[in-house]
């Protein structure tokens, strides 16, 4: 039984072993030109500007946004089984998924009348 996994603790170390050779070669081979536009920071060619001492306040409309993107994406994963094995399930499984998808629709028109998706 333990010689099954004889195969999988082999390509573990052997993967941990090409990280570890990676790492000290491009430590040790790759060029060292230390200079100061190396270390600064870069934003698209754009010279970087001060920020506060807390690094600034976001908007919310980024955070309704990103939590948007997450329903969707999670109703994403629970509709592609669905979809794949509509046949088999029958009309239980139908009434299931339209209450899943109503459910995710109002949590849509929510962040619509917020005015989450309004960009200035």
């Known amino acids: 039984m333990s010689n099954a996994y004889i ?3 082999g390509m573990i170390i ?9 790492v000290a070669l491009s430590l040790n081979v790759g060029p060292k030109r ?15 500007t001060p920020q506060p001492v807390g690094g600034g306040r976001f908007p919310v409309k980024y955070y ?3 939590m948007l993107f997450i329903v969707f ?33 109002v949590a849509y028109v929510y962040v619509l009348k917020r005015g989450g998706l309004d960009w200035d």
């Open 34 to 48: 230390y200079n100061r536009a190396k270390y600064d920071k870069y934003e698209c060619g754009i010279q970087p």
């Open 73 to 105: 994406d999670i109703e994403i994963v629970f509709l592609i089984p669905w979809a794949v094995s509509f046949n088999k399930l029958g009309a239980f499984a139908l009434v299931e998924m339209v209450l899943f998808v109503a459910t995710v629709f």
């Open 14 to 22: 052997l993967s941990a072993l090409f990280i570890v050779v990676s």
């Open 7 to 9: 195969p999988i603790v």
């Open 64 to 66: 309704i946004t990103a």
